[in-house]
């Protein structure tokens, strides 16, 4: 607990530091609730570095909430395609289509109605609302848990035992009252850039003089790292056809069939988007692949596969090789569905990067 003056010079301090020191962000360039809440959404479990360019490509294409709300989904998820967690560019899409339909077009400013949109939680209402409309409503997640658990020395698994309820406690008292936008982005700022996971650098930190764990020597070892849920390694295998234009044939968007904590189904480790025809390996990669082939395209005379090198993928909890095989035809099968486009460039369909890393193994191995 700091004392009145105390709390006033942490304030003074933070908030002096990151007006010297925030980063250039596209999204801090104006508070345009749109493009504050886009960012929100793309920063979810996803680096800054990696956000600005689909952010830039993002906005160019739907400078507006009405653009993204008419927009064909296929093409939302298409300039999404690499950036992951697709479900978020479907909510963004959602939520776009209800605040045109019921906002006017206008991010609500109620906490509540936030809330109530797909895809919005506690923190990126939070963070939304403070940033565009000045509302007093202090962010918690991940990265500001981990500053406010050092600052206070708090021991143990911050998501346990009402220690999250005890930080948001914490974040409240905390919060500037005069300026909570800037204040929540200060000690994100802060998280992302002093006050890091591993390598805290005290000797630069705006509020060290107020931190507990500081003082104890606990800094690195706070927050108490988290039991990580075993892997579960998955097998699977594509057919990457291939004609004698070097053009190839994906096919669209599969369906989950089947929901389940333990192993995710082959259409959820494809996020669901444009992919090469791809299997779960039980045994045999190239039999099983094969079978599948013949019963997607019955009218193909017996493929030659030509296994191209393994790629390596990650979804969640899930580690995934992909034994990607090449086969030559004359002519790709009918398949209304599918769609057939040059392998060097499949931009114009949304891929995942589990289907990206395919499309790379199979080029290099068709143009050897
Ligand atoms: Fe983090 Fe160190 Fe600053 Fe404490 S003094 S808030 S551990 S950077």
């Known amino acids: 607990m700091l004392s ?49 360019p689909y952010y830039l ?44 339909a019921k906002h006017h077009g206008i991010f609500p400013q109620s906490a509540q109605q936030a809330l109530a949109l797909p895809g919005i939680g506690a923190y990126t209402a939070a963070a939304i609302l403070s940033i565009a409309y000045q509302k007093k409503l202090a962010v918690l997640d991940g990265n500001v848990a981990r500053v406010l658990a050092r600052l206070g020395a708090v021991t143990g698994d911050l ?28 000690l994100m700022e802060l998280g992302a850039t002093i006050c890091t996971p591993r390598s805290p650098q005290c000797l630069l930190c705006p509020v060290a003089e107020f931190c507990e ?36 044939l994906l096919l669209p968007p599969p369906k989950s069939c089947q929901k389940s904590s333990s192993r995710a189904d082959v259409a959820t480790l494809l996020s669901r988007m444009w992919h090469f025809p791809t299997i779960q390996v039980h045994q045999h990669a190239e039999l099983e692949l094969r079978h599948h082939a013949q019963q997607l395209f019955p009218s193909l005379a017996k493929l030659h596969l030509i296994p191209v090198a393994n790629a390596r993928h990650a979804v969640t909890f899930h580690s995934i090789i992909i034994l990607p095989f090449l086969a030559r035809v004359p002519k790709f099968p009918r398949l209304p569905s599918a769609k057939s486009l040059p392998l060097a460039d499949l931009s114009s369909l949304p891929i995942s990067n589990l289907t990206r890393k395919v499309a790379r193994s199979s080029l290099l191995a068709s143009s050897t």
């Open 4 to 52: 009145p003056s105390s709390l006033l010079r942490f304030r003074k301090n933070l908030l002096a530091w990151f007006s010297q020191f925030q980063r250039d962000l596209p999204w801090r360039r104006d508070k345009h609730p749109y493009r504050i809440w886009l960012s929100e959404i793309m920063l979810q479990q996803t680096r800054v570095a990696a956000v600005i």
């Open 213 to 248: 764990a500081r003082k104890l020597g606990l800094a690195i070892s706070i927050p108490e790292k988290r039991k990580k849920r075993d892997t579960v390694d998955i097998t699977l295998a594509s057919l990457v056809l291939l004609d004698p234009k070097d053009r190839t």
């Open 57 to 100: 490509r993002f906005l160019e294409r739907f400078p507006t909430v009405e653009s993204l709300a008419a927009a064909p989904p296929q093409e939302v998820l298409r300039l999404w395609a690499g950036l992951g967690y697709y479900s978020r560019a479907r909510n963004l899409q959602k939520a776009a289509q209800e605040i045109v």
């Open 159 to 186: 998501r346990s035992n009402g220690r999250w309820t005890q930080l948001q406690q914490s974040a409240d008292t905390l919060l500037d009252q005069r300026s909570p936008g800037d204040w929540n982005q200060a």
